[in-house]
């Protein structure tokens, strides 16, 4: 038997407004006891028999209806609340997919207190995190990609991270997962009448046939894992880490990137220890730019730990922006061989201080740098000329950024941006599996070849929830916030 639940839908502190959902069978009838028609009573007088009798109904209103009328007390008229607006919603065209209705009240904590109180003297029960979005998915109103989405949706701090969530909330993801469940059930089929019907194998078309459908099947699925990366920086931000030797600009560069004093700048070397983290919104890239401290020798204990920490960071960051001086061209090559250290990470090159020195970027030896560190270094993305103090360089820096996380996606989907971790590794494991599956063809049994093949439609599966346990369900929804 499915239960009343209800829970504001707007967030706590006070507000205009906020808005009460109550979901479920009976909403309408449980909404007529603690909701009456037209206006507040005046001071003073009664809610009379008359009125009372003329009651018109919640359970009457058609779907989308709106309604004028005050809250009180369940079954009392006269204990009135507040004056509010309700809206009906008829099963299936609600949120949830079932009877429903929405109450907005003037938004005070002590009137939603008591608002929520009578509703669930009524009959109600609080909802529990996510469950009306858990409904939703339940009754079939959307897939489980989708739900995710509402939960981006709700999160977005920038423009790309809402759109990402939008078109997964439009349900692209689900849609293109389902031409690759199509192309992974022909393959199966035709498999099938394999083992059922040994005497008519014609080995070499069949093989053939695998062999396409695979890497089909293959080529899908990297087209969808490539967004995937630009997914992550959506939901996690874009890791940038300034790395150079002390006193070269870099916390000069972080406070024109943020556009004040952020960091501490000085002119000794090593002034900067710690990791000061600066946020920026860039074209709707969500970007986490770091400050660190110059890699250098030292002696001096706590700058060691700075230092200790710098070299932590430039491992597991996006994006490096290695920061040499103009003041001595030659010596670049080296000084990024010394600053990269051990990591492979992708690096933007900036040569700083341009103010200094003369018109460098018209210069044949600026050119042949940048050809030298192309050449060296693979990860190598783009060499730019910049001055903190100046801010000269500092836009094209920015949309340098922009281009790199731009050019992520390469042939990927710029369409499907799957934005949860847990449906990015169902991909990334799905294409693993049909990737070892192709790899092996040629030596695997039918059969051993076909549960492979199905274990990897119930992989992709799961990411929309076609093929979800209810335990994971309680799980995802768990996650989301209270009223949605
Ligand atoms: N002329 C010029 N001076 C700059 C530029 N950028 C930084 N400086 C100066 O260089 C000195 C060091 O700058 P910081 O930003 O503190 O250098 P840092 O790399 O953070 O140094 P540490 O924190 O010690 O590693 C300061 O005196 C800055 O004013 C620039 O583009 N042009
Ligand atoms: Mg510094």
Redesign the pocket.
């Known amino acids: 038997m499915r239960e009343i639940i209800t829970a504001f839908a707007t967030p706590p502190g006070s507000s205009g407004l906020a808005v009460l959902r109550i979901a479920g069978p009976g909403a309408a009838a449980l909404a007529d006891r603690i909701f009456s028609f037209g206006k507040l009573p005046a001071v003073g007088e009664q809610a009379t028999p008359a009125r009372a009798q003329t009651r018109r109904k919640v359970a009457r209103l058609s779907g989308y209806q709106a309604a004028f009328g005050y809250v009180h007390e369940a079954d009392n008229p006269v204990a009135s609340l507040d004056q509010c607006v309700l809206t009906r919603f008829r099963a299936p065209w609600s949120y949830t997919g079932e009877e429903q209705v929405e109450i907005s009240i003037h938004g005070g904590p002590a009137l939603r207190r008591a608002l929520l109180e009578i509703v669930i003297s009524a009959g109600a029960r609080p909802a529990e995190a996510g469950e009306f979005s858990k409904w939703a998915f339940l009754n079939g109103k959307m897939d489980l990609a989708q739900a995710e989405a509402v939960m981006d949706l709700i999160q977005a701090d920038t423009e790309r991270q809402h759109t990402a969530a939008m078109r997964q909330l439009q349900g692209t993801a689900g849609l293109r997962l389902a031409e690759v469940q199509n192309e992974i059930y022909a393959l199966l089929s035709a498999l099938e009448v394999d083992i059922e019907y040994p005497e008519y194998e014609d080995f070499h078309l069949q093989q053939r046939a695998c062999e396409e459908g695979l890497e089909r099947i293959c080529r899908s699925l990297r087209h969808i894992a490539a967004g995937n990366r630009q997914g992550r920086i959506l939901r996690d931000n874009l890791q940038v880490v300034l790395v150079?030797?002390?006193?070269?600009?870099?916390?000069?560069?972080l406070n024109a990137l943020a556009g004040e004093e952020r960091?501490?700048?000085?002119?000794?070397?090593?002034?900067?220890r710690d990791i000061i983290e600066l946020r920026i919104d860039l074209a709707g890239i969500p970007v986490s730019i770091y400050?660190t401290?110059?890699i250098r020798e030292s002696q001096d204990p706590v700058e060691r730990l700075g230092v200790d920490r710098t070299v932590k960071l430039r491992e597991t960051a996006d994006l490096l922006m290695l920061?040499v001086s103009a003041a001595n061209l030659v010596e670049i090559p080296d000084q990024v061989a010394n600053l990269l250290g051990s990591s492979a990470n992708d690096f933007l090159l900036l040569c700083?201080?341009?103010?200094?020195t003369e018109n460098l970027d018209k210069t044949a030896e600026w050119q042949q740098i940048q050809e030298s560190i192309k050449s060296k270094f693979p990860a190598f993305v783009a060499a730019i000329l910049?001055?903190?103090?100046?801010g000269w360089g500092i836009d094209e820096l920015k949309t340098k950024i922009n281009d790199y996380y731009e050019g992520l996606s390469g042939s990927g989907s710029a369409d499907v941006v799957l934005t949860s971790v847990r449906q990015q590794r169902l991909l990334e494991e799905a294409l693993e599996l049909f990737s070892a599956l192709q790899d092996d063809l040629a030596s695997l049994p039918t059969d051993i070849l076909t549960s492979g093949i199905r274990q990897g439609a119930e992989l992709l599966g799961e990411i929309t929830g076609e093929d979800v346990s209810e335990q994971m369900v309680e799980e995802i929804f768990a996650r989301f916030c209270i009223g949605k």
């Open positions: 150079g030797e002390p006193n070269v600009g870099k916390s000069s560069l960091a501490i700048v000085t002119e000794f070397a090593g002034t900067t400050d401290a110059g920061v700083i201080k341009i103010d200094l910049v001055s903190a103090t100046q």
